[in-house]
């Protein structure tokens, strides 16, 4: 049984390399793939590698957490799977939210870094600026190599089941937003649920697309 959920894509991608991972469906209009795309999964664990070596070249590990802005793309699961092959937590942040509901995010989760989307890393990195402990932000689209490093070293030991995969907040309806911390098991089981459903969701191993 994989221990993380970058080790359960490694595993699906060395089996069925050839098939489709990402399916962006096209819409007029979008300024980014209007025509629609698709990434099979060797081409997306070659990205993975390809990002996990300029993360780890940089320091991050065990203990760091990454907050994302990168809607919902497929860079947003590339970086994911990077930083957990290295143990590394992410923080999604909500593309919507504004100034002070990031400057939040980004106190209280403690990021280490913020990886954007280009358009948005100056607005980021104006939030991060007005931060007692201010995270750098870079561009998601930008080279792997020459990262800033993290601000305290990595936790010595190797991710597994327990470690912590994402730090995903509620929506604060009723006070501050709460980071739930999130591990890898609860990942991994929220997909076994889905497979084991039966019935008339029955997934058939590399024959269907999910």
């Not at 080790?7 to 489709?20: S, V």
């Not at 020459?146 to 995969?165: I, N, T, V, Y």
Request: hydrophobic share 45%; net charge neutral.
């Amino acid at each position: 049984m994989a221990g993380t959920v970058a080790e359960a894509f490694a595993a699906t991608a060395a089996r069925y390399g050839a098939h489709p991972f990402l399916i962006v469906p096209p819409r007029a209009g979008r300024d980014w793939s209007p025509d629609g795309a698709e990434m099979g999964y060797a081409a997306a664990a070659q990205a993975v590698a390809g990002l996990q070596a300029g993360y780890r070249r940089a320091g991050f590990g065990p203990g760091h957490r990454v907050a994302l802005l990168l809607e919902n793309r497929p860079a947003f699961f590339l970086h994911y799977l990077a930083l957990n092959g290295l143990g590394a937590g992410i923080v999604p942040i909500n593309p919507d939210y504004r100034h002070d509901e990031i400057a939040y995010l980004l106190d209280h989760s403690e990021a280490q870094l913020v990886v954007a989307l280009p358009q948005r890393v100056a607005d980021l990195a104006e939030v991060a600026a007005g931060l007692a402990r201010p995270a750098p932000v870079v561009d998601a689209l930008a080279p792997p190599a020459g990262l800033p490093r993290p601000m305290s070293p990595a936790q010595p030991g190797a991710p597994g089941l327990e470690s912590e995969c994402a730090l995903l907040y509620t929506s604060g309806t009723t006070g501050r937003p709460k980071g739930c911390v999130l591990s890898n098991l609860y990942f991994l089981n929220a997909a076994r649920t889905y497979l084991g459903l039966g019935g008339r969701a029955v997934f058939r191993q590399g024959q269907e697309r999910f």
